[in-house]
C-alpha cells in the first residue's frame, strides 16, 4: 500500500519562505507531485519531481530524493494569495494510481 | 476554452436512489479519475481511466462505478448511495504519463474539475 504524511498547518508572515515536506511509502514509485487548493475551489497543479533533485517555478520549487522516500514543496516570497491546503500527491503502485496526503494548510499574516 | 466539467455541481439526494455524477474533458486527454474529498482525509482516488475502456479501481471504490465509452467523458454511477458517500467529489484529467521517470511539468499534470457537493440523507 501507501502512505503519505505532510504537517496539518504551518503559519508564516507576508514575504516569508516555508517548507512543506511530504514523506511517502508506497510499493511502486513513479513521481511527486504538489497541488494547491484555495478554500472552495479546485486543486491546481503546481508542481512535479520524477527524479531526485530541485524542480523551480517562479517562486514556488519542489524536492524529491527518491531514496529518502521525501520530497518538499518550498514557497518563497510568500504572499497573502498563498493562503491555501496544499498537497503532495505520488504516482505509485499501478501506472495510473495515485495517493494524496492529506494535506498542509498555510497562513499568511500580515 | 480549456476545462474538466462536472455536473450537477450540488446534489442532495436519499438512500438507495440511483445517481450519476458526470464529468467531461475537451483537452483531448488520454487520462481521467475521480476522487472524493473529505475533512482531514485529503483526497482519495476511487477509479482511474487509462484510455477509453480501460478503468481501474483506486484506494476506495466500493459502492462506485464508472464507464469510459468515449475519451472525453467518465461518469461516476452510485448505484444505490449511502450517507457514507456523502462527500465532494471531483474530476481530473491529464494528457499522458512518461513511461519512465524523466519528469517534466508537462506529465502528471492534472486538470480538477469545480467539484460536486453531494450530500445522502
Known amino acids: 500500500g501507501q502512505s503519505l504524511e505532510q504537517p496539518s498547518e504551518v503559519t508564516a508572515v507576508e514575504g516569508a519562505i516555508v517548507q512543506i515536506n511530504c514523506t511517502y511509502q508506497?510499493?511502486?514509485?513513479?513521481?511527486l507531485s504538489w497541488y494547491q487548493q484555495h478554500d472552495g475551489g479546485a486543486p491546481t497543479f503546481l508542481s512535479y519531481?520524477?527524479?531526485?533533485g530541485l524542480e523551480e517555478t517562479g517562486r514556488f520549487s519542489s524536492f524529491l530524493s527518491r531514496s529518502d522516500s521525501y520530497g518538499y514543496l518550498l514557497l518563497q516570497e510568500l504572499q497573502m494569495k498563498d493562503s491555501a491546503s496544499y498537497f503532495c500527491?505520488?504516482?505509485?503502485?499501478?501506472?495510473?494510481?495515485?495517493?494524496f496526503g492529506a494535506g498542509t494548510q498555510v497562513v499568511v499574516t500580515p | 476554452e480549456a476545462q474538466v466539467t462536472q455536473n450537477p455541481r450540488y446534489l442532495i439526494t436519499v438512500t438507495g436512489k440511483k445517481l450519476t455524477v458526470t464529468c467531461s474533458q475537451n483537452?483531448?486527454?488520454?487520462?481521467m479519475s475521480w476522487y472524493r474529498q473529505d475533512p482531514g482525509l485529503g483526497l482519495r482516488q476511487i477509479y482511474y481511466?487509462?484510455?477509453?475502456?480501460?478503468?481501474d479501481k483506486g484506494d476506495v471504490p466500493e459502492g462506485y462505478k464508472v464507464s469510459r465509452k468515449e475519451k472525453r467523458n467518465f461518469p461516476l454511477i452510485l448505484e444505490s448511495p449511502s450517507p457514507n458517500q456523502t462527500s465532494l467529489y471531483f474530476c481530473?484529467?491529464?494528457?499522458?504519463?512518461?513511461?519512465?521517470?524523466?519528469?517534466?511539468?508537462?506529465?502528471?499534470?492534472?486538470?480538477f474539475g469545480p467539484g460536486t457537493r453531494l450530500t445522502v440523507l
Open positions: 500527491a505520488v504516482r505509485g503502485g499501478s501506472w495510473g494510481k495515485f495517493q
Open positions: 483537452m483531448n486527454h488520454e487520462y
Open positions: 508506497t510499493s511502486g514509485f513513479y513521481g
Open positions: 481511466s487509462m484510455n477509453v475502456e480501460v478503468t
Open positions: 481530473a484529467s491529464s494528457l499522458y504519463f512518461t513511461t519512465g521517470t524523466s519528469g517534466g511539468a508537462s506529465t502528471d499534470t492534472q486538470y
Open positions: 519531481n520524477g527524479l531526485d
